[in-house]
């Protein structure tokens, strides 16, 4: 049995319909998705578990316990190729029911979901609380810098750091609003803007606004800078 990778630590997601989005601006129009059960991590990827993985860590806000950053879209991909062929991670992947299956990145369907608490839902408008300081780093009290994960109280699903701390790359391309989305929870990477991919989650610099649960937006799948890390699911 090879050892554990580090802060590797999927949370069990049970299923449900919910209503995705706001009637305002790229959050339009809300709208029915039914999301079925799956695994998302307690915590965005740690530098502690990139540098397992990769041998190296990018991030410009160094600490093994803090969210890796300053990582793409692509850079994920690779991440997430090189840790399903990983001994540890397999042998993890085979204590979850159903056993097996791929890491990969959570779809926005998936990831809102999961941030407003799935069949636990208490309707809070960010990720745990109605209170931003209670759930999240940002413009208010981040003292400059990314945060260790796990510092503030989880949502109603155990997660971490959804609101807040750095943003999280979604598999989705990005659309500027939810006209024609899918609603059954799967990725959406047809049409769009091929070059955009979705990020959610706000960040530390900024205001409470951009860090609710159904604020998103895009970068380049390519671009690299500290706003941008990642969460595994399955």
């Known amino acids: 049995m090879p050892p554990p990778l580090p802060d590797l630590n999927l949370v069990f997601i049970e299923g449900d319909t919910f209503r995705m989005g706001t009637p305002a601006r790229d959050e339009r129009p809300d709208h029915d998705v039914t999301v079925p059960s799956f695994y998302l991590a307690k915590y965005p990827v740690t530098q502690r578990l990139w540098q397992a993985v990769m041998g190296e860590n990018p991030s410009y806000f160094q600490g093994g316990s803090r969210p890796v950053e300053t990582v793409s879209w692509e850079d994920a991909q690779a991440f997430i190729e090189k840790l399903n062929a990983h001994p540890a991670a397999q042998a993890y992947l085979q204590t979850l029911n159903p056993p097996g299956g791929k890491f990969r990145l959570p779809s926005e369907a998936e990831w809102e979901f999961a941030a407003r608490g799935g069949i636990d839902s208490n309707g ?6 109605n209170k931003l300081k209670e759930v ?70 900024f205001f409470d606004y951009l860090c609710r649960v159904s604020s998103r937006y895009y970068a380049d799948a390519d671009v690299r800078n500290y706003e941008l890390g990642f969460r595994l699911a399955r």
Do not use: I
């Open 136 to 205: 999240g780093w940002y413009h208010e009290n981040r003292h400059g810098e990314t945060k260790p994960v796990g510092l503030k109280f989880p949502n109603e699903l155990g997660l971490y750091d959804m609101s807040g701390n750095v943003r999280e790359w979604c598999e989705d391309v990005w659309h500027e609003n939810y006209e024609g989305a899918p609603d059954d929870g799967s990725a959406w990477v047809k049409g769009g803007e091929q070059n955009f991919r979705v990020v959610r989650g706000g960040f530390l610099f």
């Open 124 to 129: 809070y408008k960010y990720a745990g609380s």
